[in-house]
């Protein structure tokens, strides 16, 4: 089945630690994206790429790294210098041209303990 | 930055009545996009509507979109407890060029029995 696959679906993280959140997709998409999700809240773009060794910062892309490569994986680390990182995160992927659907994984959840 | 508002924030209606949801965009746009979300999931490509078209149908599903006025509605007919999620509209904003969308504050939509 073709999809995008977010894992883990819960991540615990000690204040001060680095986390990396896994997304994979076997689409062919050529772009990737993740967003940011507070309780009750809309998305928020965290990082985006375009294209394989490329990415652009969104709005809130402090405290947050990610690479890209490989086109089918496009990994979050959320650094220790996000202060706010309990949230909930999506990873979303879709075809390198304007005018299509984006393809959302099912998130995973971020809890500072 | 959120490009689309959504209103209401909250809805809730009795099963078989129609619900409509509105978009308000700021910047001009390519095309707008209507998503659901099932608590605590991913997000579910509902329906594209391009900047040149205003009004599109999908099922149950009413789309119009008004450029003039930068605003677009959802309307489902015949509501069923199933519909009862988050809705967001995405815009692909003009003249950013790279493909990301904006997503507003959802709408969350409660279908009663």
């Known amino acids: 089945d073709g999809g995008i696959t977010q894992s883990p679906k819960y991540l615990f993280r000690k204040e001060g630690q680095n986390v990396t959140l896994s997304c994979e997709q076997n689409?062919?998409?050529?772009?990737m994206y993740w967003y940011r999700q507070d309780p009750g809240q809309g998305l928020r773009l965290i990082y985006y790429?375009?294209?394989?060794?490329?990415?652009q910062k969104g709005d809130i892309a402090e405290g947050y790294s990610v690479s890209r490569e490989k086109k089918e994986s496009f990994p979050l680390t959320v650094t220790s210098a996000q202060k706010n990182p309990t949230a909930f995160y999506l990873c979303?992927?879709?075809?390198?041209?304007?005018?299509?659907?984006?393809?959302f994984g099912q998130g995973t959840r971020l809890t500072v303990v | 930055s959120q490009q689309g508002e959504e209103d209401p924030q909250a809805l809730s209606i009795q099963e078989g009545e129609n619900a409509t949801m509105n978009c308000s965009y700021k910047?001009?746009?390519?095309?707008l996009q209507w998503y659901r979300q099932n608590s605590g999931r991913g997000l579910v490509h509902l329906i594209l509507?391009?900047?040149?078209?205003r009004e599109k149908h999908s099922g149950r599903l009413r789309v119009t979109l008004d450029t003039s006025k930068k605003s677009s509605s959802l309307l489902i007919t015949a509501s069923r407890a199933a519909d009862t999620a988050s809705y967001f509209c995405?815009?692909?904003?003009?003249?950013?060029?790279?493909?990301?969308?904006?997503f507003g504050q959802g709408t969350r939509l409660t279908i009663n029995p």
């Open positions: 979303a992927s879709s075809i390198q041209v304007p005018n299509t659907e984006a393809f």
């Open positions: 689409l062919n998409h050529d772009a």
């Open positions: 790429s375009q294209i394989v060794n490329d990415f």
């Open positions: 910047t001009s746009i390519n095309n």
């Open positions: 509507i391009r900047s040149n078209e």
């Open positions: 995405a815009t692909d904003p003009r003249p950013q060029g790279a493909q990301k969308l904006v």
